[in-house]
């Protein structure tokens, strides 16, 4: 009985260790892979473990050939029968089985949950299960069934160093059914299951396994965990396009109403389509390294405040591999995608075509001033490579260009103080200094950009974008340049983005933040025939808004300050000091809430405070209540008065109904004043009970109105406590 006892903890130990794969494929993926590779074993090895007659139980040998036999059929029906249909099944098992393992590790976590690559989850908990299975039946140690599991989990870990979500309920769960299987097994002699120490130790199994759960996120480890992947040689970068999106700035603009894709979202964000950050002296290009991903994309710089936005984008007459999405996308579903981890730039596998349609999310940042204000120039191996300035195809000594390009940034950015304000000047800089002509012929080699810079001065997004990050190379500034689409006409929920839409701007690293992006196109830049286009987003503006703010700070000294100094724009609304008389007006309002919440509240609270305590004080405060009520219809009080005089002169104020209840509410204020007997709670009920009924009746004669009214006097906060009666 303890060995078969043993074999369900064996199996789920091996279930949870196999779970742990959900690092590298995901939950859905993995569980009925593990489900059936860590109970068929298992139970294959209790039925092998009968013992036949006078020969003992089955060989080993016959265990593990069966247990081979039945792998590679249930493998072949429930894991690779995708993948059969272009091979054979070794062929399949060699695949997933020896080479499975260097494409998760060179590929972007999660990985796609592909036949060939689950495979080896199913090969990795199926030995697993089958010798713990043995181990628990053939062996006494007690332990030594938990080795199989544990070595699952270290396949698990090194595959999923960095993948999503968190190990940490497996790991408590494992902590548990390891105590569990140890006690099961304490008394292998006997066969019975040592039931009684279960009783006690099952308890207490669960809570190590709670301490272990709830100690796992606070154990301090400073160390980075070993990653294998850094130990893989990824397969090199392939050339996603034979034609740089840079080269079709020109000709999509020449022809504005061609229709590259639609956008389904909440929100209008820019579209990134390729990054480019090497410069030869001829052409930008990119050096992206591209790897495949099953649809994460991994995380860039945090900036302080971002929002998230999901697209849904479909692809119509858009060229070429590269993937318009978002900065930066988080996950892609619906397209088969490779990925650049440092820049978020995607691509497709092969050629996009019309009709394909896939859902991006993507956290988009958001810069504010304080966050430029202090930034720093990137020092890291990427910015210094996006500072080098290429001598050109085959010259062995730098350009001219070069000299005068330094030159021209040099006198645009004259008495900047830091380097966001350098990188601000310039971009308002080229913003003036030329013009917006979609007829310039385009390139953007040394040459050419010398011509525009020098007698053009006139072009497309491709020469701005492209003179500003060379321009910046110049004062030491790591830039790149980027091509996307801004804008699109929008048709009910979608907006149709066109090639008239294609947008290039350059993007200078800071410290801590990650690449920036700048626009020194001119302000018309965006108005060419586009009355129907969607405006910019809000992300762009604001961005756009704080580095003009960056470059009209105050300058250090400089002879270039008159002629190179950026138009300053009026300061805008919100940092204008507040008037006075707007502190002044919020203080007369919320003086007069406070006032109506005063006059409002203290009759509620009054007649609160007189319900309660002894039985006189309750009577005595039942009939000032009833004074209040009688107040109400003009009737003043006066000490002169006695009671029944009140209810009197009260009852031809309200009416005959109400001298049924002033006249008992008299005789008892009067005895419970001068009687010799203190009077009973009943009697301060019945009080009560008159002074409501009362109230009931002077509303109807007065109106809801007229008392609100009086409420609002100020002596309505005044307690009436000045009435006495003089005699009975």
């Not at 062929?91 to 690559?117: C, D, F, M, N, Y």
Request: positive net charge.
């Amino acid at each position: 009985m303890t060995r078969y006892v043993s074999l369900v903890v064996t199996a789920c130990l091996v279930t949870v260790a196999g779970l742990s794969f959900q690092r590298v494929f995901g939950f859905g993926p993995v569980l009925p892979v593990v489900a059936v590779a860590a109970s068929v074993p298992t139970v294959l090895c209790a039925l092998l473990s009968g013992p036949r007659k006078d020969k003992g139980p089955w060989p080993l040998w016959i265990s593990l050939v069966l247990t081979v036999v039945a792998w590679a059929g249930t493998v072949a029906v429930t894991v690779l029968r995708p993948a059969l249909s272009g091979g054979t099944l070794p062929q399949a098992l060699r695949e997933g089985v020896l080479s499975s393992w260097k494409s998760i590790l060179t590929t972007l976590l999660p990985a796609p949950a592909k036949p060939e690559l689950l495979v080896l989850v199913n090969v990795v908990v199926w030995l697993a299960a089958f010798a713990s299975a043995e181990l628990a039946l053939r062996t006494s140690l007690r332990a030594a069934p938990c080795l199989p599991a544990l070595a699952v989990w270290a396949v698990a870990l090194l595959l999923g160093v960095d993948g999503p979500g968190s190990n940490s309920p497996l790991a408590a769960a494992t902590v548990v059914l390891i105590a569990v299987l140890t006690l099961v097994r304490a008394d292998m002699a006997g066969s019975r299951v040592a039931w009684r120490p279960l009783v006690v130790g099952v308890p207490a199994a669960a809570v190590l396994g709670g301490l272990a759960f709830g100690a796992g996120p606070v154990v301090p480890v400073s160390a980075e965990p070993y990653n294998p992947r850094e130990q893989v040689q990824a397969p090199p970068p392939q050339q996603r396009d034979s034609v740089s999106p840079l080269d079709r700035v020109g000709g999509w603009l020449l022809s504005p109403d061609q229709a590259m894709f639609t956008v389904q979202a909440q929100r209008n964000e820019i579209a990134r389509l390729a990054v480019l950050d090497r410069f030869d002296g001829v052409t930008w290009s990119s050096t992206a390294r591209f790897v495949p991903t099953g649809r994460r994309v991994p995380e860039g710089p945090r900036p302080r405040k971002t929002h998230e936005v999901a697209q849904r984008i479909t692809i119509r007459d858009l060229p070429g591999v590269w993937v318009p999405a978002a900065d930066r996308p988080r996950q892609v579903d619906g397209l088969p995608v490779v990925v650049d981890p440092d820049s978020g730039a995607l691509a497709a596998a092969q050629p996009l075509r019309p009709g394909q349609t896939y859902r991006v999310e993507s956290v988009v940042p958001e810069w504010t001033a304080d966050d430029l204000a202090d930034a720093a120039v990137a020092t890291d191996a990427e910015a210094r490579a996006a500072r080098e300035l290429a001598w050109g195809p085959g010259a062995k000594e730098p350009p001219v260009q070069i000299a005068e390009f330094r030159k021209f940034a040099e006198g645009a950015t004259q008495g900047a103080v830091s380097p966001i304000q350098k990188a601000a000047m310039l971009a308002e800089y080229l913003k003036r200094y030329a013009r917006y002509d979609v007829t310039a012929p385009p390139g953007h080699s040394y040459r050419q950009l010398d011509y525009f810079l020098g007698e053009g001065r006139r072009g497309t997004p491709e020469h701005f974008a492209t003179a500003y990050a060379l321009l910046a190379r110049t004062l030491g500034l790591p830039s790149r340049v980027v091509v996307g689409f801004d804008g699109g006409n929008r048709v009910g929920d979608t907006v149709q983005v066109r090639s008239g839409d294609v947008m290039a701007w350059p993007e200078v690293k800071f410290d801590g933040l990650g690449w920036i992006r700048f626009n020194p196109l001119p302000d018309n830049a965006r108005r060419s025939n586009k009355n129907d286009a969607v405006a910019a987003g809000e992300t762009e503006q604001k961005l756009e808004q704080a580095q003009k703010n960056a470059a009209s700070q105050q300058r250090g000294p400089g002879p270039g300050n008159t002629t190179q100094k950026a138009p300053v724009k009026p300061v805008a609304a919100d940092s204008e000091p507040t008037p006075w008389w707007v502190f002044a007006s919020i203080a007369g309002v919320v003086l007069l809430i406070g006032y109506v919440l005063a006059v409002l509240l203290a009759p509620a609270l009054r007649k609160r405070r007189r319900r309660t305590g002894a039985p006189a004080a309750r009577i005595t405060g039942a009939w000032h209540q009833a004074l209040d009520h009688l107040a109400d219809v003009g009737l003043s009080t006066a000490r002169t008065l006695t009671a029944h005089e009140v209810a009197r002169f009260g009852a031809s104020s309200v009416g005959d109904d109400a001298h049924g209840h002033l006249g008992p509410l008299a005789d008892l204020v009067n005895r419970s004043r001068f009687a010799g007997s203190h009077p009973g709670p009943d009697a301060a009920d019945r009080a009560w009970r008159h002074t409501d009924e009362l109230g009931r009746l002077v509303t109807a004669r007065a109106g809801r109105l007229r008392r609100f009214r009086r409420r609002l006097h100020p002596r309505s906060l005044k307690d009436r406590r000045d009435v006495t009666t003089r005699g009975r």
